[in-house]
């Protein structure tokens, strides 16, 4: 009912940036929160940035002066840009997004994953 397209993971020196994208379609009606989570090897899954609709946002303290979170309402996409990115850095990134279906029920749906490498 929702499918969600990241792009932008890659391998990256540190220092560098990256920006992340992902593109929601399906059966929406509405989109409240968008959102990036990532997880490292031996790792929980941990909030890195989350946006609403109304572009409120909250970001992870870990990555807050670095990371920017923004979405186009017009095309369903949330975007990460990582900059001063570090080793640390390194995990797959997952898009989430909250959404109302045009049945009129709530959903959250996440993405496949993109690979984000920082190598120093």
């Known amino acids: 009912q929702v499918h969600l397209v990241e792009s932008g993971g890659g391998s990256v020196q540190a220092g560098g940036s990256l920006r992340l994208s992902c593109a929601a379609s399906?059966?929406?009606?509405?989109?409240?929160?968008m959102g990036w989570y990532r997880q490292a090897p031996g790792k929980q899954r941990e909030l890195v940035a989350t946006?609403?609709?109304?572009?409120?946002?909250n970001v992870a303290t870990s990555v807050k002066g670095r990371f920017t979170i923004s979405r186009d309402n017009a095309k369903n996409t949330v975007y990460l840009q990582m900059n001063s990115l570090n080793p640390e850095d390194t995990a797959v990134y997952y898009c989430?997004?909250?959404?109302?279906?045009?049945?009129?029920?709530?959903?959250?749906?996440w993405g496949k994953g993109t690979q984000v490498t920082v190598s120093s």
């Open positions: 989430s997004v909250h959404v109302v279906l045009t049945t009129g029920l709530w959903v959250d749906s």
């Open positions: 399906g059966s929406i009606l509405s989109i409240n929160a």
């Open positions: 946006i609403t609709s109304g572009g409120n946002t």
